[in-house]
């Protein structure tokens, strides 16, 4: 009989292993579990906060992977048994596989900042996963009078996408320059530094003076708890009061990580740089942003470079052989306006044990760059999120 790998989550690790995979080796037979009838990128939801971009050039079906001749199961994986080797299903419904990949991304730690639970974050959106709560954010910011203050919270590492919150405040300032000028942004960090810093506060000097100001942990930035009623968020050297409130919570992999039992106390994934098997149980995989394993930013571009590695490796083991050492790459682009973009890059190896950077390898946008160049960068962004989802989803 064929090889059986069953792959739980559709996203851009989860999603992209599936197709490498039959790519790869078409006498292999692929399930996916994702129970969304349609992804919901998370890049370029920032532009979307901001009004620059429609919600559905974020959406992505799943007939593309079918095509591919992988089955797509539209269900939640509940539970998985791994002595059996066997997933369970919402339904109670169980899948076998011979190898099992998991990639659910991330969930919100709904038990790590006092007064900050799912029902908190109707009135104080996270917009981490991008869907409702990023049409949530964007409406408080369309209702705001003008003059209000923005607070954005900003968890410590790791989490999803590091310069995603500084993109964030670049891209409402710039709504907010055009139609709420006397607004005021202000991020709470529980960070000392962060992605590209000197990158983007060189380009909010240029674009929108006086407008967002960043406090860092040793100045008071760690929020403590929030009052999601009043929109007040309490850190060691006082609270802020917000018109806007936007928490991104600390982050721990998918919950169904947890439950496989591949999470680990710190509730990410341990994996070996090589296979990306889990350190904790044999057989399971884990890629994208629930692994930790070293220096690799938890990005999409991760996890699509890690999907193709995975899958081979998936492959090597089921033929009989030994894995590759992977070298993997990541790019992350960040918008500060429709036509201001940056990136940082870097290359990893395994070392020791865990996937480390490659010394002279990356690197960042240039601190002096002509406005030509920023604008070339905020294309290249845009060309890369259409080469990436085409890889994902066909
Ligand atoms: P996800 O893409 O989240 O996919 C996980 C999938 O698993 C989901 O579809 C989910 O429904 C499914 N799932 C979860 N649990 C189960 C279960 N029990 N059963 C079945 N399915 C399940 N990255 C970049 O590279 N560039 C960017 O410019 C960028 N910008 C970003 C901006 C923002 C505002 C944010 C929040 C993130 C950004 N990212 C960016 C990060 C990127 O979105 C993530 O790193 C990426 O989505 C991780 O991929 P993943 O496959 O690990 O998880």
Redesign the pocket.
Known sequence: AAPRVVV???????ASLARALRREDPGISVAL????AH?T??????AVIAGLRDMKAQHFGYAGIEADGITHVP????RVEPEQRRVVLADEARLSYDRLVI????DMRFDALPGYDASASQLMPH????GEQTLLLRRQLEAMEDGGLVVISAPANPF??PP?PY??ASLIAHYLKAHKPRSKILILDAKDGFSKQRLFEAGWAALYPGMIEWVGLSFGGAVTGVDAGTRTLRTDFGEHRAMVANVIPPQRA???AALAGVADRTGWCPIDPVSFESRLVPNIHV????AIGGAMP??????NAQAKACASAVIALLRGRDPDEPKLINT???LLAPDYGISIAGVYTPQNGLLAEVGGAGGTSPLDAPASVRAEEAAY?EAWFQT?TTEAFG
Do not use: H, M
């Not at 269900?75 to 509940?78: F, G, K, S, T």
């Not at 890629?287 to 629930?290: F, K, L, V």
């Not at 938890?298 to 996890?303: E, P, V, Y």
């Open positions: 739980i989550g559709g996203g851009f690790g989860g579990i994702e129970p969304n992804y990128a998370c890049p370029l939801s920032n269900q939640r994986a509940v990639a659910p991304g991330i917009a981490w996963k991008a999803r996408c995603g993109e964030r998918g919950a169904i890629i994208g942003d629930a938890k990005s999409a571009f991760t996890a992350c682009y960040s962004g990436i």
